[in-house]
T-cell receptor, first 113, second 112 residues
Framework: AQSVTQLDSQVPVFEEAPVELRCNYS??????LFWYVQYPNQGLQLLLK??????LVKGINGFEAEFNKSQTSFHLRKPSVHISDTAEYFC???????????FGTGTRLTVIP | DVKVTQSSRYLVKRTGEKVFLECVQD?????MFWYRQDPGLGLRLIYF???????EKGDIPEGYSVSREKKERFSLILESASTNQTSMYLC???????????FGPGTRLTVT
């Protein structure tokens, strides 16, 4: 089975500072990896995904993530955050070719003016 | 644009009531999912469906059932609501081959 650990439940950061949200996964098989964002009172929307190919994945809103197979990590980064990035971020994993996702417990990013 | 809609944003029910949560998607997706979201626990899969009338249990199916009579509609049923089912419920549909799940806005259910 797959599992996901998001090490930080809350991350406060000042506006225009860089941020990294950490995600580690556990799986005995090949995986697909995802980051979703949830703005207040909304459903989740996809930020980016890794299915295959380049390990550096670029997503929407200036976010990127790097798949590191040896460290089983898929950390999310943004070089300069905006107030509008305040949201909850979820890392998720699925077995390659499978439809089911396993989600982490989420990281609440708060951008401080 | 894919649209996933849920019948209610907020719902208050009494213990023991039968509760129906409806989800509709407009993209002809075959796969649909029901999750519950609780603080500190993330999203947990309750049930999913990969075709009309087909369903599979997720990680926490106890106390829930589902119905998929039409491709676009996936219903979650709480046969006898209990206070520990107070939660946010999220529906999603899956578009292949992108493996991206599209989420509805959620239903915040309170059982008193």
């Amino acid at each position: 089975a797959q599992s996901v650990t998001q090490l930080d439940s809350q991350v406060p950061v000042f506006e225009e500072a860089p941020v990294e949200l950490r995600c580690n996964y556990s799986s005995s098989v090949s995986v697909y990896l995802f980051w979703y964002v949830q703005y207040p009172n909304q459903g989740l929307q996809l930020l980016l995904k890794y299915l295959s190919g380049s390990t550096l994945v670029k997503g929407i809103n200036g976010f990127e993530a790097e798949f590191n197979k040896s460290q089983t990590s898929f950390h999310l980064r943004k070089p300069s955050v905006h107030i509008s990035d305040t949201a909850e971020y979820f890392c998720a994993v699925s077995k390659t070719g499978a439809n089911n996702l396993f989600f982490g417990t989420g990281t609440r990013l708060t951008v401080i003016p | 644009d894919v649209k996933v809609t849920q019948s209610s944003r907020y719902l208050v029910k009494r213990t023991g009531e039968k509760v129906f949560l409806e989800c509709v998607q407009d993209m002809d997706h075959e796969n649909m999912f029901w999750y519950r979201q609780d603080p500190g626990l993330g999203l947990r899969l309750i049930y999913f469906s990969y075709d009309v009338k087909m369903k599979e249990k997720g990680d926490i199916p106890e106390g829930y059932s589902v119905s998929r009579e039409k491709k676009e509609r996936f219903s979650l049923i709480l046969e006898s609501a209990s206070t520990n089912q107070t939660s946010m419920y999220l529906c999603a549909s899956l578009g292949a081959p992108s493996y991206e799940q599209y989420f509805g806005p959620g239903t915040r259910l309170t059982v008193t």
